[in-house]
């Protein structure tokens, strides 16, 4: 069963902006923060947006002030814009529950940031 999918990645040059999309099972993770992980070559899953079902939405310092989470309740659908992109966003972004249990993890989908 699929329960979620993330889209919008792909290879841009630092300063460029992307807006991810996830699609989710509103079975799964109706009433559940929502966040957006990122991983990198080497480096451990980290958490660096979420949006409570309230709108309430917290960022990572890393992140702060460049990208933007939100969410389409009508589309089950949370989105993750980012704005002046860095080498170092470079990873694999992935949505899901923001707190633990999590759901199944998805394909997730790949952004690459050249300098």
């Known amino acids: 069963q699929v329960q979620q999918v993330e889209s919008g990645g792909g290879l841009v040059q630092a300063g460029a902006s992307l807006r991810l999309s996830c699609s989710y099972s509103e079975s799964i993770f109706s009433g559940n923060p929502m966040g957006w992980f990122r991983q990198a070559p080497g480096k451990e899953r980290e958490l660096v947006a979420s949006i409570t079902s309230r709108g309430f939405r917290s960022y990572a310092d890393s992140v702060k002030g460049r990208f933007t989470i939100s969410k389409d309740y009508n589309k089950s659908t949370v989105y993750l814009q980012m704005n002046s992109l860095k080498v170092e966003d470079t990873a694999v972004y992935y949505c899901?529950?923001?707190?633990?249990?999590?759901?199944?993890w998805g394909q997730g989908t790949q952004v690459t940031v050249s300098a």
């Open positions: 899901n529950r923001a707190t633990r249990p999590y759901a199944y």
